[in-house]
């Protein structure tokens, strides 16, 4: 059995579908979801699908144990993270090093790194004026958004695109592919 942590900050529409995709699959399963925030939807999607849950402060984050410990004790095997807002702390990295995957809804280099999250992205590609714009699904390393690219989907602006639509656009590709490319990466 291989084994999934899910990071997830907000709502967790990725992390829900993520979920239901392995429900009942033979080798791999969500064992646990983390969030920094404590009232984030994402808690409730897990607790919908009896998955275990565990919120952490960033000084426990950053200096602590616990969450080591509770990925320890599951025994993950990968670290999804789908809009989790936080850097990754180096012992992290360290622990699970080619074994942390994340989701960025544009396609890097493009519009990635600090403060390149959710509307801030879909902002500026649109500003940019790009004709199109996609998801990367990419491994995570210590810088933001730089980790080896493992796969990219495409889908064109039209003139008439606002970063709202934009952002319907690439929530689509993430919904089509992000589990599915977690599984590819898994067998
Ligand atoms: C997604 O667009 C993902 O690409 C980004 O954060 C968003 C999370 O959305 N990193 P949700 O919480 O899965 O609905």
Same mark, same amino acid.
């Given at each position: 059995?291989?084994?999934?942590?899910?990071?997830?900050?907000?709502?967790?529409?990725?992390?829900?579908?993520?979920?239901? *995709?392995?429900?009942?699959? #033979?080798?791999? $399963?969500?064992?646990?979801?983390?969030?920094?925030?404590? +009232?984030?939807? %994402?808690? =409730?999607?897990?607790?919908?699908?009896?998955?275990?849950?565990?919120?952490?402060?960033?000084?426990?984050?950053?200096?602590?144990?616990?969450?080591?410990?509770?990925?320890?004790?599951?025994?993950?095997?990968?670290?999804?993270?789908?809009?989790?807002?936080?850097?990754?702390?180096?012992?992290?990295?360290?622990?699970?090093?080619?074994?942390?995957?994340?989701? *960025?809804?544009?396609?890097? #280099?493009?519009? $990635?790194?600090?403060?390149?999250?959710?509307?801030?992205? +879909?902002?500026? %590609?649109? =500003?940019?004026?790009?004709?199109?714009?996609?998801?990367?699904?990419?491994?995570?390393?210590?810088?933001?958004?730089?980790?080896?690219?493992?796969?990219?989907?495409?889908?064109?602006?039209?003139?008439?695109?606002?970063?709202?639509?934009?952002?319907?656009?690439?929530?689509?590709?993430?919904?089509?592919?992000?589990?599915?490319?977690?599984?590819?990466?898994?067998?």
């Amino acid at each position: 059995m291989q084994r999934i942590a899910i990071f997830a900050s907000g709502t967790g529409t990725n992390a829900e579908r993520i979920m239901a *995709h392995f429900r009942g699959h #033979p080798h791999i $399963g969500v064992s646990l979801v983390l969030s920094n925030k404590k +009232h984030a939807p %994402v808690l =409730q999607k897990a607790a919908d699908a009896n998955v275990e849950s565990l919120t952490f402060g960033r000084d426990e984050f950053y200096s602590g144990h616990s969450v080591n410990d509770a990925l320890e004790e599951k025994q993950i095997d990968l670290i999804v993270l789908a809009g989790f807002m936080w850097l990754i702390p180096a012992s992290l990295i360290h622990a699970y090093r080619d074994r942390i995957i994340n989701i *960025h809804p544009a396609l890097l #280099p493009k519009f $990635g790194g600090k403060g390149m999250y959710g509307m801030h992205v +879909h902002r500026a %590609v649109r =500003q940019a004026a790009e004709t199109e714009t996609g998801i990367t699904i990419h491994l995570v390393n210590e810088e933001y958004d730089k980790g080896r690219i493992l796969f990219q989907a495409r889908c064109g602006i039209d003139a008439e695109d606002t970063p709202d639509t934009i952002a319907k656009k690439v929530h689509r590709l993430e919904y089509a592919h992000f589990a599915e490319q977690i599984e590819r990466f898994l067998t």
